[in-house]
T-cell receptor, first 112, second 114 residues
Framework: SQKIEQNSEALNIQEGKTATLTCNYT??????LQWYRQDPGRGPVFLLL?????KEKRKERLKVTFDTTLKQSLFHITASQPADSATYLC???????????FGSGTRLQVQP | AAGVIQSPRHLIKEKRETATLKCYPI?????VYWYQQGPGQDPQFLIS???????DKGSIPDRFSAQQFSDYHSELNMSSLELGDSALYFC?????????????FGSGTRLTVV
C-alpha cells in the first residue's frame, strides 16, 4: 500500500540554523510533490511544489529537493526563525489521482 | 484576496444528529476537496468534486455525503453522528490545473459531537 513517512519526532533547532525535514514515500510514482505548513487549529498553507523532472526548487528561505530514485524529498528552511515553528506536511501526487494524501507531518520548533 | 470560506466555524451536535458543513471555494476554482483532521492526526481526504461531479473518493463514511452546487459551493452532510466524528473539517479548492498551484484551504469547521 502507499505510504508517506515524515520524521515522527519534533525537530528542535536554534534560530538562524537550517532546518531539514524529510519525506519518504513508497508505492507512489508522483508526478508532483507538494509541501504545506500547518499551524495548530488552522488549515494547511501551500508552500512549494516540485515536479518529478525537477531536482530542486527554491522560494526565498525555502528549498525543496526531489529524488525519485531514493523516493525522497527534503525540505530546507535556511536562517530559521521562531515564526517558522509549525508542522510541515508533504504530499506526493500521482499523475492519475488529483486528491492529495498527506504525510503525518513533522513538527518544527525553532528556539530563539 | 478572496480565500476559501467555510461555515460554520464551530459546531456542536449530539450523537445521532445530522450536520451540514458549507464551503465556498475561491472564484474560478472549479475543484473542491474535503478533508477530516482528528486530534494529532494528518488531514485525511474524504471526497472531491470537479465541475459539480464527484471526481475522487477517499475514506468517507457511508453516513456522509457531499455535493457541489451550480455556484461551485459545496456541502458536506453528515448523519447519525458518532463521537469519533469530532474533528476539524477542512475544505480546499484548486484550479483544474491544480498540480501547478497547490490547494488553498479554508479555516475549517470544528465539529464536536457530544
Amino acid at each position: 500500500s502507499q505510504k508517506i513517512e515524515q520524521n515522527s519526532e519534533a525537530l528542535n533547532i536554534q534560530e538562524g540554523k537550517t532546518a531539514t525535514l524529510t519525506c519518504n514515500y513508497t508505492n507512489y510514482s508522483p508526478a508532483y510533490l507538494q509541501w504545506y505548513r500547518q499551524d495548530p487549529g488552522r488549515g494547511p498553507v501551500f508552500l512549494l511544489l516540485i515536479r518529478e523532472n525537477e531536482k530542486e526548487k527554491r522560494k526565498e528561505r525555502l528549498k525543496v529537493t526531489f529524488d525519485t530514485t531514493l523516493k525522497q524529498s527534503l525540505f530546507h528552511i535556511t536562517a530559521s526563525q521562531p515564526a517558522d515553528s509549525a508542522t510541515y506536511l508533504c504530499a506526493p501526487l500521482d499523475g492519475g489521482r488529483r486528491a492529495l494524501t498527506f504525510g503525518s507531518g513533522t513538527r518544527l520548533q525553532v528556539q530563539p | 484576496a478572496a480565500g476559501v470560506i467555510q461555515s460554520p466555524r464551530h459546531l456542536i451536535k449530539e450523537k445521532r444528529e445530522t450536520a451540514t458543513l458549507k464551503c465556498y471555494p475561491i472564484p474560478r476554482h472549479d475543484t473542491v476537496y474535503w478533508y477530516q483532521q482528528g486530534p494529532g492526526q494528518d488531514p485525511q481526504f474524504l471526497i472531491s468534486f470537479y465541475e459539480k461531479m464527484q471526481s475522487d473518493k477517499g475514506s468517507i463514511p457511508d453516513r456522509f455525503s457531499a455535493q457541489q452546487f451550480s455556484d461551485y459551493h459545496s456541502e458536506l452532510n453528515m448523519s447519525s453522528l458518532e463521537l469519533g466524528d469530532s474533528a476539524l473539517y477542512f475544505c480546499a479548492s484548486s484550479p483544474r490545473t491544480g498540480e501547478n498551484y497547490g490547494y488553498t484551504f479554508g479555516s475549517g469547521t470544528r465539529l464536536t459531537v457530544v
